[in-house]
């Protein structure tokens, strides 16, 4: 084979690998254009698909700035809300302080309301203390009087006794005139006194006997009218007690200024002639008085006192 034939071969296989050639860059521009083609729809879809994501974003954004002008809104009232809620605040807390300032002027009235009330119970046991002591006083008189009525009557019958016998002593005194008067004037010249009566009424059958005093018709020692026995400071007031207050800690003794006592004074408390206690008076009243207990011995009615004396 001469050299010409091996050059047209080569420029044949040259041209066959040029088609070839040709045709492989041919089908690999066809598949990129293809996936070109695909890749630009997929981006269209995909522009698409955003265009309408931006779509909804503006919608979202839009409603978002409505919410949030909503919110500017709400939070501007939320702010004057706010300014008048901390005016009514600082007004409730001025409302408040005066509540507390006239809660303690309550108090303080109320305190002292308790201590008039306190006093007042105070002297509404003095007055109970007082109409027990008349009302016992009043019994007393009533039974003395009715003593006095029964003394009364029973004189009466011994008057009209009385009346009787010497009805009677009169008239034998005249039915014996003569032998009177002569026994009158024998009397008279002996002077011999009640002996020669004596015998001139033995002597006249017209001997009488006086009638004597009923010793039970005597009217009966009142020992409570006794004064009692003077010390060297003055009288020894004794009394008793006759009501025993322990809610408000005194006692009430049945003497009062009519009987010497004064706020002050000390008074040793008996009961069965032991002592068990002492009393000092603070309120004095004509026939009771009012005493704080100084010890913690208690007390009761009915309880013997006897002043303390002070030396």
């Given at each position: 084979?001469?050299?010409?034939?091996?050059?047209?071969?080569?420029?044949?296989?040259?041209?066959?690998?040029?088609?070839?050639?040709?045709?492989?860059?041919?089908?690999?521009?066809?598949?990129?254009?293809?996936?070109?083609e695909?890749?630009?729809?997929?981006?269209?879809?995909?522009?698409?698909?955003?265009?309408?994501?931006?779509?909804?974003?503006?919608?979202?954004?839009q409603?978002?700035?409505?919410?949030?002008?909503?919110?500017?809104?709400?939070?501007?009232?939320?702010?004057r809300?706010?300014k008048?809620?901390?005016?009514q605040?600082?007004?409730t807390?001025?409302d408040?302080?005066?509540i507390e300032?006239?809660l303690?002027?309550?108090?303080?009235?109320r305190?002292q309301?308790?201590?008039?009330?306190?006093?007042?119970?105070?002297?509404l046991a003095?007055?109970r203390?007082?109409?027990?002591?008349?009302?016992?006083?009043?019994?007393?008189a009533?039974?003395?009087?009715?003593?006095?009525a029964?003394?009364?009557?029973?004189?009466?019958?011994?008057?009209d006794a009385v009346k009787?016998?010497h009805?009677?002593?009169?008239?034998k005194?005249?039915?014996?005139?003569?032998?009177?008067?002569?026994?009158v004037?024998?009397l008279?010249?002996?002077r011999?006194?009640?002996s020669?009566?004596l015998n001139?009424?033995?002597?006249s059958?017209a001997?009488h006997t006086?009638?004597t005093?009923?010793?039970?018709?005597?009217?009966e020692?009142?020992m409570?009218s006794l004064?009692e026995?003077?010390?060297p400071?003055?009288?020894?007031?004794h009394?008793?007690l006759?009501?025993v207050?322990?809610?408000h800690?005194?006692v009430?003794?049945?003497?009062?200024s009519?009987?010497?006592?004064e706020?002050?004074?000390l008074f040793?408390?008996?009961?069965?002639?032991?002592?068990?206690?002492?009393?000092?008076?603070i309120?004095?009243?004509n026939?009771?008085s009012?005493?704080?207990?100084l010890?913690s011995?208690?007390?009761?009615?009915g309880?013997?006192?006897v002043?303390v004396t002070?030396?």
């Amino acid at each position: 084979m001469g050299p010409k034939q091996v050059l047209a071969r080569v420029l044949q296989f040259g041209l066959i690998l040029l088609f070839l050639a040709a045709g492989v860059f041919g089908v690999i521009g066809f598949l990129e254009a293809k996936k070109a083609e695909r890749h630009s729809e997929a981006l269209q879809q995909e522009l698409a698909q955003r265009e309408q994501e931006l779509v909804a974003f503006e919608g979202e954004n839009q409603r978002l700035t409505q919410q949030l002008d909503r919110l500017r809104q709400e939070r501007t009232e939320l702010q004057r809300r706010a300014k008048l809620l901390d005016q009514q605040l600082e007004a409730t807390a001025q409302d408040l302080s005066q509540i507390e300032e006239q809660l303690a002027q309550a108090g303080e009235r109320r305190e002292q309301l308790a201590d008039v009330k306190a006093e007042l119970e105070s002297e509404l046991a003095y007055v109970r203390a007082e109409r027990d002591m008349a009302q016992g006083e009043a019994e007393e008189a009533e039974r003395q009087e009715e003593e006095l009525a029964r003394a009364i009557e029973e004189v009466r019958v011994k008057l009209d006794a009385v009346k009787r016998d010497h009805a009677a002593l009169a008239s034998k005194l005249a039915e014996g005139g003569g032998r009177m008067a002569s026994g009158v004037r024998m009397l008279s010249d002996s002077r011999s006194g009640p002996s020669g009566r004596l015998n001139i009424l033995v002597d006249s059958g017209a001997a009488h006997t006086a009638p004597t005093e009923d010793p039970e018709a005597m009217p009966e020692l009142d020992m409570a009218s006794l004064r009692e026995q003077d010390t060297p400071g003055g009288p020894t007031i004794h009394g008793q007690l006759v009501q025993v207050n322990d809610t408000h800690g005194f006692v009430v003794l049945n003497k009062g200024s009519s009987d010497g006592v004064e706020v002050g004074m000390l008074f040793e408390v008996f009961r069965e002639s032991l002592p068990i206690g002492r009393v000092r008076a603070i309120r004095v009243r004509n026939r009771v008085s009012a005493c704080d207990v100084l010890t913690s011995e208690p007390l009761q009615a009915g309880d013997r006192l006897v002043q303390v004396t002070v030396r």
